[in-house]
């Protein structure tokens, strides 16, 4: 009870004699739980260097979009994936090249994602989706990108997951002809659905 700070309540209400409802006690206890969680998830998140990145993809306490958007256990991989780019949790030996394009970068998955003269048709059309300029440092782009992914609809936000999974993957598992022209075809649908929409 001391964890909670419901040991207040627990004195008041042994020297009142008047215990109240059980959902109204519950209601105190959830609060308090509630309260405590987002208060430690907030000091860890803000206070530990490691974590900053992670806060561009949990903004508050509850599931990011990210999670909440993913309909398949395919898509779930792909936000995982997307999140693991942002965090950047595996090490990478610099000085290896792009698994796309060939060139010798320090890091092929923000390359990968940000800057790969190879996918960059892809890249674009979803950079204008989101209103994010095509030469924003790469860092700040794959940032950016799942910003955005957490604030855009659901569509978007999977798109974007896609892309970033189909940009870490090897060449030959996801950039065949017919993913290309899958990806292509989704993302023409929908740009051609937004300029007809705001005209």
Not at 28 to 33: D, M, Q, R, T
Request: charged residues 20%; hydrophobic residues 35%; glycine residues 2%.
């Amino acid at each position: 009870m001391e964890k909670y700070n419901l040991v207040n309540y627990y004195t008041a209400y042994c020297e009142s004699t008047v215990i109240p409802p059980k959902l109204t006690f519950k209601r105190i206890v959830n609060n308090a739980i509630r309260h405590y969680q987002t208060e430690q998830w907030t000091t860890r998140v803000t206070g530990d260097p490691e974590f900053v990145q992670f806060s561009v993809v949990h903004p508050n306490i509850r599931a990011a979009r990210l999670w909440a958007a993913a309909r398949t256990p395919l898509e779930t991989t792909e936000a995982s994936t997307a999140v693991r780019v942002l965090v950047n949790t595996r090490i990478q030996t610099p000085g290896q090249p792009c698994r796309h394009c060939g060139l010798i970068v320090i890091d092929s998955d923000i390359h990968a994602v940000a800057s790969c003269p190879r996918l960059s048709a892809h890249r674009l059309t979803l950079l204008r989706e989101c209103h994010i300029l095509p030469d924003t440092n790469p860092y700040d782009k794959v940032t950016l990108l799942l910003s955005a992914a957490n604030s855009l609809n659901d569509e978007t936000t999977r798109r974007i997951c896609t892309f970033i999974h189909m940009s870490k993957t090897s060449k030959k598992s996801c950039f065949n002809k017919q993913t290309f022209i899958e990806f292509q075809d989704t993302l023409y649908s929908y740009v051609n659905n937004t300029c007809v929409n705001s005209i």
